[in-house]
């Protein structure tokens, strides 16, 4: 069973960075690419950025594009997300989750098969 395990969440003002991790492990199974997501409260959840293992291509969603920072460690089976210049309205959950195979876009949380257990950005005004 695939386990992905998010840690670096925390509390910011405005204008603060944090950088998240998102750590795979267990299983057979072949990543192809890892995505970020987030979700505040009542609303959906969105896509934030998703990153592929092996070339690593990365995407954004627009509203973090030019702030926040895909990257990976292969050997460690990691992914981060630097996350700058952060807005209150960046406050939310965030999520890590896996993908199995090539998927068009990325963007859906549909298009993932792991999800890992969330971890709390708040930024402050």
């Known amino acids: 069973q695939v386990q992905l395990v998010e840690s670096g969440g925390g509390s910011v003002q405005a204008g603060g960075s944090l950088r998240l991790s998102c750590a795979a492990s267990?299983?057979?199974?072949?990543?192809?690419?890892m995505g970020w997501f987030r979700q505040a409260p009542g609303k959906e959840r969105e896509f934030v950025s998703a990153?592929?293992?092996?070339?690593?291509?990365?995407y954004y969603a627009e509203s973090v594009k030019g702030r926040f920072t895909a990257s990976r460690d292969n050997a460690k089976n990691t992914i981060y997300l630097q996350m700058n210049s952060l807005k209150p309205e960046d406050t939310a959950v965030y999520y890590c989750?896996?993908?199995?195979?090539?998927?068009?876009?990325?963007?859906?949380?549909?298009?993932?098969?792991?999800w890992g257990q969330g971890t709390q950005v708040t930024v402050s005004s």
């Open positions: 267990g299983g057979t199974f072949s990543r192809n690419a």
């Open positions: 990153i592929t293992w092996s070339g690593g291509n990365q």
């Open positions: 989750a896996a993908a199995g195979r090539y998927r068009p876009t990325y963007r859906r949380p549909g298009e993932y098969d792991y």
